[in-house]
């Protein structure tokens, strides 16, 4: 069965170029476009796609807003973040809305495509370029409050799984963090389902916020 996958950009020459790039793949079909974010969340609740791929800055309704309104949806599609800039404070807002991680439109097709099969099976979206960047934003913003609340959900875990919250935190993918801990990938799922609960996180992103702020990430 496809992945179904509804385009969200204001430029049409950019939509066909990423639908040009989809249609290569026999697992991954566009069911949609939409050119702004108000019609991207009606499509979104009548043709239910399983992923997202939303830009941040189209007029009327931002990216950022589409993506709140999104996810708050019944049984909501995972949502990717493409844009042009690295990361600023949109992105982190679009996060915080509830995106599962974003790329950067020069991503290369085969990057792009495989965040999109990644993300369905819960995995990484964010490149170890990405992630650096990310926490290193969030690093120059950090407060003592913030950290010590890491370092208290941090201690609730078990070591095992501090150590897959760190290969979180520099980016790998679960196939990378099973070889790096010479475990299964299955196990690995297992172990980010128990932490995101003993977190309270929504997903990999907040996995990774917490263990820079709780002090494991270092370099």
């Not at 969200?8 to 790039?21: E, S, T």
């Not at 793949?25 to 979104?44: C, K, P, Q, R, Y």
């Not at 801990?181 to 980010?192: E, M, Q, Y």
């Amino acid at each position: 069965m496809s992945i179904r996958v509804l385009l969200v950009d204001d430029d049409p020459l950019v939509r066909a170029g990423l639908r040009f790039m989809f249609d290569s793949a026999s697992d991954l079909e566009v069911v949609a476009e939409a050119g702004d974010g108000a019609t991207a969340v009606d499509i979104v609740a009548k043709q239910r796609p399983d992923v997202v791929l939303m830009d941040l800055r189209m007029p009327g309704m931002d990216g950022i807003t589409a993506t709140s309104r999104i996810r708050a949806l019944p049984h909501p599609p995972a949502v990717i973040v493409l844009t042009t800039w690295d990361v600023d404070d949109a992105v982190l807002r679009s996060l915080d809305a509830g995106a599962a991680g974003f790329l950067l439109k020069t991503a290369s097709p085969s990057d792009i495509m495989q965040a999109v099969r990644a993300v369905i099976g819960g995995d990484a979206v964010l490149s170890p370029r990405s992630t650096r960047q990310l926490l290193d934003h969030l690093r120059a913003g950090g407060s003592s409050e913030a950290r010590l609340a890491a370092e208290n959900a941090m201690a609730v875990l078990t070591d095992r799984e501090r150590e897959v919250c760190l290969a979180v935190g520099l980016g790998l993918t679960n196939s990378e963090i099973a070889r790096r801990l010479f475990i299964a990938d299955t196990t690995v799922k297992a172990h980010l389902t128990t932490i995101q609960t003993k977190l309270d996180a929504r997903n990999r992103v907040e996995i990774a916020v917490l263990a820079e702020r709780a002090g494991l990430i270092t370099g």
